[in-house]
């Protein structure tokens, strides 16, 4: 599975700005899709996830109200439309994904593949 996430960069506060992450992969591989982000000297943080069909999805705390999640599995693309957006957003995003699971997967290491990464900007 490849994952190429792009659709980042310099946006002011309060502002909006949507990512793309296109996968080449089996279904089965990116039945799960998710995003995470990281901050300079920080973790990888969970943002938002879904799952195949796009019925169920789920957000960090952070994030809930301000981002969404969708995917178009025509297109193999799971988006990240980030709206409101604040200086603590700024990070590198990065797109992964995984196989299924009975449980929503919200921690890098439950993820099997990454992409390479976006920065995202946001000034105050």
């Known amino acids: 599975v490849q994952l190429q996430a792009s659709g980042g960069g310099l946006v002011q506060a309060g502002g909006s700005l949507r990512l793309s992450c296109v996968a080449s992969g089996s279904a089965y591989s990116t039945y799960y899709m998710g995003w995470f982000r990281q901050a300079p000297g920080k973790e990888r943080d969970f943002v938002a996830a879904?799952?195949?069909?796009?019925?169920?999805?789920h957000y960090a705390d952070s994030v809930k109200g301000r981002f969404t999640i969708s995917r178009d599995n025509a297109k193999n693309t799971v988006y990240l439309q980030m709206t409101r957006m604040k200086p603590e957003d700024t990070a590198v995003y990065y797109c992964?994904?995984?196989?299924?699971?009975?449980?929503?997967?919200?921690?890098?290491?439950?993820?099997?593949?990454w992409g390479q990464g976006t920065l995202v900007t946001v000034s105050s």
């Open positions: 879904i799952t195949w069909s796009g019925s169920t999805t």
């Open positions: 992964a994904s995984r196989p299924s699971a009975t449980w929503v997967p919200t921690v890098h290491s439950q993820y099997s593949y």
